[in-house]
């Protein structure tokens, strides 16, 4: 069993800056990409982030140049640094992993919402 425990969301102004992080745990052996997905109300969910292993990171183009991925593979954590928010980047935020045994897994999702 694989858990995602998310933190970091809240309410901040447009402009301002938030910290999200995952941490997972459970039996696996390893986890190949983690990463963050948000959703927002009537949209689609959408990529924000993710880092494979070695450290090589995608993002979504909407938070490219503003949002900085990390991870720490020895704690098997993943953070997103996120600055110069928008009203635009209110969402639900997941976590987001694909571990070695070719299996995905979400968070519970945390709140972003950033007001204008």
């Known amino acids: 069993q694989v858990q995602l425990v998310e933190s970091g969301g809240g309410l901040v102004q447009a402009g301002g800056s938030l910290r999200l992080s995952c941490a997972a745990s459970?039996?696996?052996?390893?986890?190949?990409?983690m990463g963050w997905y948000r959703q927002a109300p009537g949209k689609e969910r959408e990529l924000v982030a993710l880092?494979?292993?070695?450290?090589?990171?995608k993002y979504g183009d909407s938070v490219e140049g503003r949002f900085t991925i990390s991870r720490d593979n020895a704690r098997n954590t993943v953070a997103l640094q996120m600055n110069s928010l928008s009203p635009e980047d209110t969402a639900v935020y997941y976590c987001y992993i694909y571990i070695d045994d070719d299996e995905t897994y979400w968070g519970q999702g945390t709140q972003v919402t950033v007001s204008s």
């Open positions: 459970g039996s696996f052996f390893g986890i190949s990409v």
């Open positions: 880092m494979a292993r070695r450290g090589t990171s």
